[in-house]
């Protein structure tokens, strides 16, 4: 588990990182594409991030966005060597997570009872595009219940 949130953790400082226009990224020194894309539903309502970010090294890919104003974030890593199908549920053997943050309270698919996948259509090394959904269990913060993630669709040059 701990290797989860130190991935998770990973991803959501790339998302910091990021800005709204093409530059050049403080952690990969690879370029930011302002025509990235990230959305899904959560708990039955819209969600998007102007700006996501993704890292793939050493087939670990990390995905996060923020929505604007930052009210609520959305991160995932796994252990990916190409397009597949990849588990964030609780207890999976490639050490993956999803995590969603509202507010200062985290929710963890990583979490028991936790479940979730990712599915990735494209990787290269600059080029990410998939689809996840995940059910996240309250785990830092004062966060109870679960957090339904749905529709979940990303597309990320890095």
Known sequence: MHRSRFLATIVLLAAVSCGS???????????????????????????SSPAPAALYRSNIV????????????????MLAAGPGTYSVASGN??????????????????????TGSVTITTLTANHVVGTFVFDAIG?????????????????ITF
Do not use: R
């Open 62 to 77: 990390s995905v996060a966005g923020l929505d604007v104003p930052v009210t609520s974030s959305v991160s995932f890593a």
């Open 139 to 155: 785990s830092t913060g004062g966060a109870t219940g679960t957090v339904h993630v749905t529709n979940g669709k990303f597309d």
């Open 93 to 114: 053997s490639i050490g993956g997570s999803a995590i969603v943050t509202q507010s200062a309270k985290g929710y963890s698919s990583a979490s028991t009872g936790g």
């Open 21 to 47: 226009d093409s530059s050049t990224d403080p952690l990969t020194g690879g370029s930011i594409n302002s025509g990235s894309t990230m959305s899904a539903t959560i708990d039955g309502k819209a969600w």
